[in-house]
């Protein structure tokens, strides 16, 4: 620990020499000595000394001190309610006053037994009240989302929510209402609270006052087994507690990775586990026996039949991945392709470039930066929600965030990052990019964010990570499109030897396809091979058109519900455990059965024991330079507007089989800019006609401030059919 | 050992008088011992004087439970029907009696006074399966009585149960 | 208002107040204004603190914290990369003062030379006037004398020709007592909810948008001029020693003539109260003072003579507090002095810090029981230990502020508690001169119904 001045102080008459400036709270617990707080939670940013529950007494000061807003000096003396009588009066009455009109809910609530006030009390409270007047009531419960209920009355104030809200998803959502002792939370404006991070407060929040609707009444914390895992619905990949109760589901809680999530998981992570339970999933082994009729079939001959067309069809074999596999599950089918069937033919959704393991940093570096460059076409806070809240941690802590693109503080055409990496790669930048530039170059701790599709996965970046020069304290965030993307290439690539992918096109005819995975499943390119391919085998979890012309149709699992490897955008390997148990064979058991009559070994099951450990991220790969290629800036054109398109993170198959986040479901609109807006006298909450090519739709309209002008933007569930380029007018 | 037929006579001597004394069996079920007032037998729910069930699903008696036999699965009263006067009530609660070992922890952990063991023991069946009682089960009345001693006799505090609502 | 015969007044701020409108620059410049602010320019930054430090002004807001010391704390301009801030308390707000206003009403050209010479004492680039919202006419006025006065080239840039600038913005408070605590001030300032914060770190040090902040009472401030034109140890001649100058005491309550008076610091309060103050009116009986608003624990008839002086207070039990002295007559009930005093300190409650939140609206349900004469005797030793419990556990002075007091008249009028619990009501029989002075807003119990529309 070279560098860091360590100090001596004394709690409880007990010695410890801990670094300068840590928190004295930490610095006890360290000790094994328990400090009690409400309100303090260091995620939250510095601490407020609000809730009082920490006092303790400091010698040489007449008053009790809150422990948490202390920091270590040298020779400091602390002593807590354990030999401080002052100390210990202070957290007596501290508690009594907490209690003095909190409701007597603990059998109706549904955070008795994990509820830090109920063992507070039980630890230093006191056994009875003295408090005969009525307590103060409100009307309860009160939902502020159809996700989150709140109840006044059990409310103590400690302001967590509210300082989650306005200082780490900065929604600004949750605000605190009058003073004193009328004080009590509220939305603001009395709006539902609809934010991507919602969820956060459940967990935040020391009392019953913030409780999850969906898990209402469904257990108690002695009736749940918790699973460890890695969520599944994104490239972060945040660590996860998943609650069971009798083999369901009953709720997702973070496992807080400090170099990933921090404790913080996204809504559509915490609850988009409705799809499990759906009536329309697919619940066996199914085979085609007319144009669109299925029957049952067994495991060994679904296994036996697939094995069969495989080697009928040779090499003429391709694999459409989706992106959500596991490592194991993607390593068994390219082993399959590859070795066993020696085709090199695979529809990779994601392919990062190699060099960009260079510069592998984890998400938490993030935080240290001193300049942040985020390019792309695509929110990122919709692609990979954490890495939003990592951006703005940095922001806090003094970072400049500089983002490119068509809402960013540079703003662009759509298309134009690959461009504009090139030229800040190369130095030679038009004037709305010097500042940028110069910026990167003077600072040593820099990340660099790419939130973009493009087929060179990610190279642009790279070059520029390369010109730049980036050392250890820098970072690049490639962010892939789907959940586990990176790990998916990669088994790809290592079962080939060194040998090239070739996407087949649409007008191939294939001996057979194997579809994995529902995202697979909805490409119209994987509908068009599937249409005439000779074989189809598909796992999935939901019936679509490309299941329809399948000859074996496997039912899905969901993350849920299997063991595996997921590689995050970070490049890290993590774990995941099944919660529940899912279709009765995994894919993977179906892989290896195809395998073994193949003459391939493939384990059915993957190899690595439960536990809940925070995987490490691996350590960098080495330097290769990366050339820049000079990419040429879309051009602006005088006809229409420039459409540019997202995938809404509340958009797929979980959210919508989660009735409680239909609310968070992409509205049908169009972002316009002002001035395009003020052009077509059109204003917020119109109905606009956007067309292109023969197609239109009706959306609503919506000025986006920041939106460039020239530029429309549509979430992509809205924009089915739509061209590069758009009119929009009023009916 | 040697033969000691003076003393195999006295234990002779001592079955004869036994083969003539009263027995002391009582002989169930024609006579039915009894049980004192507090004898911890077959659970009952009880409800309010307006009729709303007092149990509200908050789970303290499963998790007091040493042997886990109590399942319940709360849920939230509409407001319009109720059946319990708190937010929420048990809409599945489940007794396994083949698991119970009629400790009365889940009696001593409710803080409504829901559930109480009764004195009813004859519970036999002839499937475990009838022996998971359900909340309805629970809720009504015990069908056969046994006969309990007079509680004048013994230091038994008043339940809460029998004297407030 | 003051007059000026009266051997004990020591006008010394109102100096020329009573013979010009001195609201008029023109006027105050004639009765020698701006002198000083000119004397200080040229002075060096150092010599001017020295001089704040040699006078001994204390805080005259409340807290009594030595002016040139805290001056001290921030650091010197070339040692920050930070700005230098300025934040003038005009939220006057503790009940019984009004010493402020006056100020402001006819002085308002001396507090701006105040803010124009301790800023360029510390290097402020801009100083805030945080004004109490209530003072409407205040602020119309204040704000007149800032137009005056950057005309003049006093306020803005290139104060005077002498190469410093500053500016000086004027803001209006919205009705928060705990807006008046320095760093619920700054939080209010800063747009926040008026919450304040935990010190460390101070606002010396940390204070206006994390940047260096001194912050300072109006009275504070307006009597920098007269310091810097005499000279910091000729100012500290007057008074005592540890309470050093005059200070401006408003007096109220049963008293002939109450009003402001600025007297010498270690007057007695005796003197105070009949010799300028013309005693009490009606032919009553003097019962209670509180000697420096209504934060501060009570005196009784026997301790007058008192002398309105820091440390002389602070031995008496007391405090000087914000120098409002309220005087209370024997129709007044004790009881009901303390459900009001508790009531005012219940609704200005920030919220922040459990003990003040809870406790003081216990207290409120406590002493409304007790002046109704349904309290039992428990019930009262119940209230000094719900005092005892809110002392030194919160956040900010606020939750000693209602305690102290409270404690203060229940020790000190024992007897007068004790009748309501043993008569089983208030002895006064409805004929205190306290009835009816109530607060108006129901305190607690109110249901706040949600208009939260949840998409279904």
Same mark, same amino acid.
């Given at each position: 620990m070279s560098g860091v001045d360590l100090v001596t102080v004394t709690i409880d008459e007990r010695e410890l020499r801990v670094p300068k400036g840590s928190g004295m709270v930490e610095a006890a617990l360290a000790a094994g000595i328990e400090i009690p707080v409400f309100c303090y939670e260091p995620r939250l940013g510095p601490p407020v000394g609000a809730c009082r529950m920490c006092l303790c007494e400091v010698e040489g000061i007449p008053k009790p001190q809150a422990a948490c807003t202390l920091t270590a000096q040298d020779g400091m003396v602390l002593r807590t309610a354990a030999t401080s009588a002052l100390a210990k009066d202070g957290q007596e009455a501290v508690l009594e006053f907490i209690l003095l009109n909190h409701p007597l809910d603990c059998p109706d609530c549904d955070k008795g037994g994990e509820c830090p006030l109920q063992d507070l009390t039980f630890r230093y409270g006191p056994g009875s009240t003295r408090m005969h007047f009525s307590k103060r009531t409100f009307d309860k419960p009160i939902p502020i989302s159809p996700l989150i209920a709140l109840d006044r009355e059990r409310c103590i104030l400690c302001y967590r929510c509210t300082r989650f809200s306005e200082g780490v998803s900065e929604d600004g959502q949750l605000v605190a209402l009058e003073r004193g002792a009328d004080s009590f939370i509220a939305t603001f404006e009395d709006e539902p609270y609809r934010a991507h991070f919602s969820g956060n407060v459940v967990e935040l929040c020391p009392v019953g006052a913030l409780t999850s609707t969906a898990y209402r009444f469904k257990a108690r914390p002695w009736e749940i087994q918790n699973v460890p895992t890695v969520c599944g619905q994104c490239p972060v990949g945040c660590n996860t507690w998943i609650s069971t109760r009798e083999g369901k589901v009953v709720r997702i809680l973070s496992?807080?990775?400090?170099? @990933?999530?921090?404790?913080w998981i996204c809504d559509k992570g915490r609850f988009a586990y409705g799809h499990l339970d759906a009536e329309d999933r697919i619940s066996e082994p199914l085979r085609r026996i007319r144009r669109h009729g299925f029957e049952p079939v067994t495991f060994a001959e679904a296994a036996q039949e697939t094995a069969r067309a495989l080697r009928a069809a040779g090499s003429s074999v391709a694999v459409a991945f989706s992106g959500t596999e596991t490592v194991e599950e993607a390593e068994a089918m390219a082993r399959i392709a590859r070795e066993a069937l020696g085709s090199d033919r695979a529809i990779l959704p994601d392919d990062p470039h190699p060099a960009l393991d260079a510069w592998r940093a984890p998400l938490s570096a993030i935080r240290?930066?001193? @300049?942040?460059?985020?390019?792309?076409?695509h929110p990122v806070i919709e692609r990979a929600p954490a890495v939003d809240l990592w951006l703005r941690s940095a922001r806090r802590a003094g970072a400049e965030i500089i983002t490119v693109g068509p809402t960013g503080s540079v703003q662009t055409l759509p298309g134009s990052a690959p461009a504009v990496a090139a030229e800040l790669a190369s130095g030679s930048v038009p004037e709305e990019l010097r500042e940028a530039s110069r910026r990167l170059r003077k600072a040593t701790r820099v990340a660099l964010v790419w939130s973009e599709d493009d087929p060179t996965g990610g190279r642009p970046i790279a070059a520029l990570a390369s010109a730049l020069r980036l050392g250890d304290g820098s970072g690049v965030y490639w962010i892939p499109s789907t959940p586990n993307g990176r790990g998916v290439a990669a088994a790809w690539h290592a079962a080939g030897a060194g040998r090239e992918t070739t996407p087949p096109p649409p007008e191939a005819e294939l001996g057979a396809l194997i579809v994995s995975g529902d995202r697979a499943a909805a490409d119209p390119v994987v509908l068009a091979l599937a249409e005439r391919a000779d074989f189809v085998l598909t796992s999935a979890m939901f019936m679509s058109q490309v299941a329809g012309w399948s000859h074996i149709l496997w039912p899905g699992s969901a993350y849920l519900e299997r063991a595996g490897t997921t590689v995050n955008l970070e490049g890290r390997p993590q774990r995941q455990h099944p919660a529940v148990g899912g279709p009765e064979f995994h894919e993977l058991a179906l892989l290896a059965a195809i395998g073994a009559h193949l003459g391939l070994a493939v384990d059915a099951w993957p190899s690595f024991e439960s536990s809940d450990e925070h995987a490490p991220l691996p350590a960098r790969g080495k330097a290769v330079p990366v050339p820049v290629t000079p990419t040429p800036m879309p051009a602006g054109s005088e006809e229409g507007l420039a459409l540019v398109t997202y995938e809404s993170l509340f958009s797929g198959l979980s959210v919508e089989r989660t009735p409680t986040l239909a609310f968070q479901l992409t509205e049908a609109e169009v972002e316009l800019a002002r001035a395009d807006a003020l052009a077509g006298?059109?204003?917020?909450?119109?109905? #606009? @006609? #956007?067309?292109?090519?023969?197609?239109?739709?009706?959306?609503?309209?919506?000025?986006?401030?920041?939106?460039?002008t020239g530029v429309v933007r549509i979430p992509a569930d809205h924009a089915h059919g739509l061209g590069?380029? @758009?009119?929009?007018?009023?009916? | 050992m040697s033969p000691q037929p003076l003393e195999s006579l006295k234990g002779f001597g001592v079955t004869l008088r036994s083969v003539f004394k009263k027995p002391i069996t009582q002989q169930y079920p024609d006579f039915k011992r009894?049980?004192?007032?507090?004898?911890?037998?077959?659970?009952r729910l009880h409800r309010h004087d307006n009729g709303l069930e007092k149990c509200v699903g908050c789970s303290l008696c499963a998790a007091a439970c040493p042997s886990d036999c109590i399942r319940v699965v709360p849920a939230e009263n509409d407001s319009a029907d109720r059946n319990s006067p708190g937010e929420r009530y048990a809409r599945i609660y489940e007794i396994n009696m083949s698991r119970c070992i009629f400790c009365g922890y889940c009696e001593l952990a409710c803080p409504f006074d829901a559930i109480t063991l009764g004195n009813e023991f004859e519970i036999s069946e002839y499937s475990r399966d009838d022996l998971i009682y359900t909340k309805d089960m629970l809720l009504e009345p015990p069908v056969k009585r046994v006969p309990t001693a007079d509680a004048e006799l013994y230091d038994m505090p008043e339940p809460v149960w029998k004297t407030d609502s | 208002m003051t007059d000026d015969?009266?051997?004990e007044l020591r006008p010394l701020l109102f100096a020329h107040a009573q013979d010009a409108d001195l609201t008029k620059i023109d006027a105050y410049e004639r009765a020698g204004g701006y002198a000083s602010l000119r004397k200080a320019l040229t002075s060096d930054r150092e010599e001017l603190l020295e001089q704040f430090l040699a006078s001994g002004l204390r805080g005259r807001g409340g807290a009594g914290f030595p002016m040139g010391r805290k001056a001290s704390f921030l650091p010197k301009p070339d040692q920050t990369t930070k700005p230098i801030y300025l934040a003038v308390n005009a939220d006057e707000s503790e009940p019984g003062t009004f010493k402020d206003r006056e100020i402001m009403f006819r002085l308002p050209h001396a507090l701006i030379e105040g803010v124009l010479i301790a800023s360029y004492a510390i290097g402020a680039e801009?100083?805030?006037?945080?004004?109490?919202?209530?003072?409407?006419?205040?602020?119309?006025?204040? %704000?007149?004398? &800032?137009?005056?006065? %950057?005309?003049?080239?006093?306020?803005?840039?290139?104060?005077?020709? =002498?190469?410093? =600038?500053?500016?000086?913005?004027?803001?209006?408070?919205?009705?928060?007592?705990?807006?008046?605590?320095?760093t619920g001030l700054l939080?209010?300032?800063?747009?926040?909810?008026?919450?304040? %914060?935990?010190?460390?770190?101070?606002?010396?040090? =940390?204070? &206006?948008?994390?940047?260096?902040t001194l912050i300072n009472n109006v009275e504070t401030l307006a009597t920098l001029p007269a310091i810097i034109a005499m000279g910091g140890e000729e100012y500290a001649a007057i008074g005592t020693e540890s309470s050093t100058g005059t200070r401006v005491f408003s007096l109220s309550g049963n008293v002939a003539r109450g009003g402001n008076y600025e007297l010498e610091l270690g007057t007695t309060l005796r003197t105070l109260i009949y010799d300028i103050g013309g005693g009490i009116p009606n032919g009553r009986r003097l019962k209670a003072v509180i000697p420096g608003g209504s934060s501060v624990p009570v005196l009784d008839a026997s301790e007058i003579d008192t002398t309105l002086d820091f440390d002389e207070m602070a031995k008496a039990g007391s405090m000087l507090g914000s120098g409002a002295v309220i005087v209370i007559d024997d129709r007044a009930c004790m009881v009901q002095l303390g459900l009001r005093v508790a009531q005012f300190y219940q609704h200005e409650s920030c919220g922040k810090c459990t003990p003040c939140r809870e406790g003081t609206r216990w207290m409120v349900q406590l002493l409304e029981k007790l002046e109704v004469g349904e309290a039992s005797q428990g019930e009262l030793d119940l209230l000094l230990d719900v005092c005892d419990r809110i002392l030194g556990k919160c956040l900010c002075p606020l939750g000693d502020a209602a305690a102290m007091p409270i404690a203060s008249y229940v020790a000190k009028f024992r007897d007068e508690y004790q009748r309501h619990i043993e008569e089983g009501g208030c002895p006064f029989g409805g004929e205190s001169s306290l009835e009816g002075v109530m607060a108006p807003v129901a305190q607690h119990h109110r249901d706040q119904r949600s208009a939260i529309e949840v998409p279904a």
């Open positions: 496992r807080n990775h400090p170099e @990933v999530d921090e404790g240290n930066a001193e @300049v942040c460059l985020v390019l792309g076409d006298g059109i204003s917020t909450g119109d109905t #606009v @006609v #956007v067309s292109s090519n023969g197609s239109a739709t009706e959306l609503r309209a919506r000025i986006n401030q920041r939106l460039k590069q380029r @758009v009119e929009v007018r009023k009916p | 009894p049980v004192y007032p507090r004898f911890r037998g077959r659970h | 015969s009266t051997p801009i100083a805030f006037i945080y004004l109490r919202g209530e003072y409407l006419r205040e602020y119309e006025i204040v %704000r007149d004398a &800032l137009d005056q006065a %950057r005309a003049r080239g006093l306020v803005g840039a290139n104060v005077l020709g =002498s190469g410093y =600038s500053v500016d000086i913005v004027l803001h209006r408070g919205a009705g928060a007592y705990i807006c008046g605590e320095e939080e209010s300032l800063e747009g926040k909810r008026g919450q304040p %914060r935990s010190k460390p770190p101070f606002p010396a040090i =940390s204070g &206006l948008y994390a940047a260096p």
